[in-house]
């Protein structure tokens, strides 16, 4: 299933998108997608749903994240070699991770915010996963069964506040609108392999990433389970995955976004984001 939540900020309603590629509405269903909407049980009840019984949605709604009132947005940094060596980060030898506000969530189509006093907004590509059954001290060959699906994050930083500021990396990932999600949650049965598909980014129609998830550093059930054994991972909590090469910050000289541009993503079977940059 392709899971999403539709209608503007602060009043989506869930829904899904059937073969045809028609938004659906699951109000009747589901009060919206939250993490109690991912667990498995829920998951199996939407599946079992006719799609073609379900009002259609009119028009080309506006598409916010595809899961709300989450606990924890997790980020995983530094998970392509090719990414590591362009930023002359060193190899890690386990996964680096941080947490991003959960206010930085935003729809995959909604505008970017360049922050007050930012000068080096960066793009990042990522797959993320969203889980659906409670994950603590969980074992790599057991983790993706804690997955509901998988969606798009595009991981939005400002280098100077992440890097140069000092303190953690949170800070210069979690401004509002640093986290766009989507366009929808893809069920995890409807992915074959998620270590095997391609992904690239493009900023004002120039390609700048090209990559795939078969050359992550750390598996996506590595991830989960090396996180799963520092905090519980509760449903509906996202966390995502680290960016192949190509970021603004690796180029030579550096590019960083600016008011006007635009960022267009994507991911094998994920769909598609795209976004304009704003001031805050």
Request: hydrophobic residues 35%.
């Amino acid at each position: 299933m392709k899971l999403v939540r539709y209608g503007g900020k602060g009043q989506e309603k869930p829904g899904l998108i059937d073969q045809s590629g028609q938004l659906r509405d699951l109000s009747s269903h589901v009060k919206d997608l939250t993490g109690e909407a991912y667990s498995p049980a829920s998951l199996r009840k939407l599946a079992a749903l006719d799609p073609a019984s379900l009002p259609s949605v009119p028009g080309t709604p506006r598409l916010g994240p595809p899961v709300t009132g989450i606990s924890k947005f997790v980020a995983i940094g530094l998970n392509y070699v090719d990414h590591a060596k362009e930023t002359g980060a060193q190899i890690p030898t386990e996964p680096i991770f941080f947490l991003k506000a959960n206010t930085a969530l935003s729809g995959p189509t909604d505008p970017i915010e360049k922050p007050r006093g930012s000068t080096k907004l960066d793009w990042e590509v990522e797959i993320a996963a969203i889980i659906g059954t409670r994950a603590k001290y969980v074992s790599e060959l057991d983790a993706l069964n804690h997955v509901a699906g998988y969606c798009i994050c595009n991981d939005v930083s400002e280098r100077n506040f992440q890097i140069e500021r000092l303190g953690q990396w949170t800070k210069g990932k979690s401004h509002d609108t640093f986290g766009p999600l989507g366009p929808w949650l893809v069920t995890r049965d409807e992915i074959a392999d998620v270590q095997s598909l391609s992904m690239w980014l493009d900023v004002n129609g120039q390609r700048r990433q090209t990559g795939s998830t078969s050359t992550m550093i750390f598996s996506m059930a590595q991830c989960i389970a090396y996180v799963s054994q520092f905090m519980t991972l509760l449903p509906g909590d996202v966390i995502t995955t680290g960016t192949p090469p190509g970021v603004g910050t690796g180029m030579k000289p550096p590019q960083f976004l600016n008011v006007g541009d635009v960022v267009s993503l994507g991911i094998e079977g994920l769909g598609e984001q795209r976004q304009e940059i704003v001031a805050a």
